[in-house]
């Protein structure tokens, strides 16, 4: 024997998601195309399809209003997918079924997958029915979604239709009003001749940079304000007279000597500007020997005779 595959049955709705979904879920919306379908939402809900004309169930032979089948419901994504198991009423073997809804653009691809006929009775014959059945109830889907689409459409332009008089009935109004009362406006000034004049404005002269407005008549002090100054002028700033303060020449100390300084980096010098004498500094040791210092050559002659006669020592002598 050999195996059935899957019973596939697809559509394609005008509408978004969202809203095809809302056709499953709620049972308003979901009467519209499958009345004969009771389902509780979310996951462990039942689900049972009354007996009947157009109960979307292949069993055959059950009465009206009886359930034909019954299941449970296995798969809950909202707005995306519902899937159940069901089987028929005295039967011990059923079917899976997943219904699917894609987004495609601003409409919306819904299939159906129905699985498991091999395990029951003229399989062949049972898949060929439901892939039927379901075809027809994803038509009566789209259908009930063109219909209610086409209905808000038709309202909302009766809706349009049946503002419009009335929004322009103010409108008219208004733009007539104007014209009626022109001519009462000109008697009121042919009547009061002096309205015109006490409604003309009086513009007050413009006031000129550097003059004082003084209604008492008064003497007014003008001050004059220079402009600010620009890029390369030089400005002059009165700042008055300083006073200079003359500084009295230093006086040298009562004991000092006319041109002397004490020490380096003395802090005044002598006025006369007098000849200063230098003297040589004393050698040290012509200071202990006063004849040595006096003859040069004879303390040189003294230094030699102390040293040792080179020249004896190497001839032996």
Sequence with gaps: MIPLGPVVARSRVKAVRPDVWSYLAEPARRAAWWPQLQLETGVGGGIAVRGGEDSGA?????????????????????????????????????????MTLRSQGGETGVTITETGFDALAAPADRAAAAQRDWQELLSGLAAAVDQHRAETIADGEGAEAA????????ADTATRE?????????????????????????????AVDGEVDDEDGSEVEIVEVDAEPQVGDRLEIDTGSVPVVETEDPQLPADSDSGAFRGVGAEWVAEDHDTVEVQRLQDPEAAEDPEAAKDPETSDASKASNEPDFDTLIRGA
């Design 163 to 170: 503002e419009g008089p009335v929004a322009e009935g103010p």
């Design 178 to 206: 104007p014209a009626g009362d022109a001519p009462e406006s000109g008697a009121q000034r042919d009547e009061d001749p002096g309205a015109d004049t006490a409604g003309e404005l009086e513009v007050a002269p413009e």
């Design 58 to 98: 292949s069993a055959e032979g059950q009465p009206d209003g009886a359930p034909a089948v019954e299941g449970t419901v296995d798969v809950w994504v909202e707005g995306h997918a519902l899937g159940f198991t069901w089987r028929e009423s005295g039967s011990e073997r059923g079917t899976a079924v997943l």
